[in-house]
């Protein structure tokens, strides 16, 4: 089954005629449960490009928007989160370097651990977070992919935490500033 997700993360926000990329996810009907949270976490799975790579689109994110039958929901950093469709206009229209720290997006009383649960199970180890809140927060695998990260934002600190099995994360041993792991 087809299900749409507003790329509203890495393709920047609508200004000067630019329009909303709609990222195009397929989840095989016989993995669908019925119940809105594990459907939800499966199309932001197989909206990775681990899963399905689509040139030129990034993976599902947090600050995107996925439609579930007839609902808008906000991939947020512990999960997901029903929207309104006003909502969804103050959030495409928002500068999206720091759109993971929206108020629409981090009011989730509810935290949901599954989406780390998720990237667990795919072998992620290791969530980054951009202590300047320009970056969105980021899962990557090794330690080697920490590095890569920092090269490519020099100019940036992280905070790191090992992902835990059960979605749970925790400070990582020895973090340091860029440049210095």
């Not at 989406?115 to 320009?134: F, P, V």
């Amino acid at each position: 089954m087809d299900f749409k997700v507003r790329m509203l993360a890495f393709h920047g926000r609508l200004m000067e005629g630019l329009t909303v990329v709609i990222r195009t996810v397929t989840v095989p009907t016989d993995k669908l449960t019925g119940h809105t949270d594990q459907d939800l976490n499966l199309i932001y799975q197989y909206g990775q490009n681990d899963f399905q790579p689509i040139q030129g689109i990034c993976s599902v994110s947090i600050g995107d928007v996925i439609e579930h039958n007839g609902k808008l929901h906000a991939v947020i950093s512990a999960g997901f989160k029903e929207i309104t469709p006003e909502q969804y206009n103050e959030l495409k229209h928002f500068d999206r370097s720091s759109l993971s720290f929206h108020p629409i997006l981090t009011d989730n009383p509810n935290p949901n651990p599954k989406m780390s649960t998720a990237m667990y199970e795919k072998g992620y180890r290791i969530l980054m977070e951009s202590q300047e809140g320009t970056v969105m927060p980021l899962h990557v695998k090794t330690s080697k992919d920490v590095a890569d990260v920092m090269r490519e934002y020099p100019d940036h600190r992280f905070n790191l935490y090992n992902v835990n099995e059960d979605g749970t994360v925790e400070a990582f041993k020895g973090n340091q500033p860029v440049g210095q792991l």
